[in-house]
């Protein structure tokens, strides 16, 4: 069985000014998914402390742990996708020359792109038909809830258009 080793592997490197506007946006995604997975410990921890002692329940903490995670997801998603890091099956990648190889990414990075603009644009009906809602525990604008996913899918979408026509250095 042939397995790929993740950690070894450095972020793509990409030539021109495209190379470091990406570099710029990995540095942040990363810097963000980092805050948001240090905020998720932070908050569960406060949770569980507040639960067993006398200052009563916080419901606002396990609120916002959760949209923590959603907004992780999301903004991590265009980050593992421009590593090749996201989940894949790369059964393919060793049967087909890489010629053939080349084509089927070029078509999965189409179809990613395309469900990424559809979720992008029905992002914006739900940011615009929630901006009067709030969170009921937080109390946190329903539109900022769904506003962090659909700069996920619009940053996915981007990598996924950059996969199609930037060539990476290693290639």
Avoid: N
Wanted: net charge neutral; hydrophobic share 55%.
């Amino acid at each position: 069985m042939v397995e790929r080793q993740i950690l070894d592997e450095g972020a793509p490197v990409y030539r021109g000014p495209l190379g470091r506007i990406l570099r710029a946006v990995e540095l942040v995604e990363g810097a963000v998914g980092a805050l948001l997975l240090l905020a998720i410990l932070a908050l569960v921890m406060v949770q569980v402390t507040v639960r067993f002692s006398a200052l009563g329940g916080w419901a606002w903490t396990g609120e916002l742990a959760r949209f923590s995670l959603v907004w992780l997801t999301f903004v991590l998603a265009g980050y593992l996708l421009g590593r090749d890091q996201h989940i894949s099956f790369d059964l393919i990648d060793f049967v087909l020359p890489e010629r053939a190889l080349r084509v089927v990414r070029v078509i999965s990075y189409v179809i990613v792109a395309a469900i990424c603009a559809a979720f992008v644009y029905d992002g914006v009906g739900l940011i615009d038909a929630q901006s009067f809602i709030k969170s009921s525990a937080a109390e946190i604008p329903m539109s900022f809830v769904y506003l962090i996913p659909t700069v996920g899918f619009a940053l996915t979408g981007i990598r996924a258009l950059v996969g199609i026509f930037a060539r990476k250095e290693s290639e």
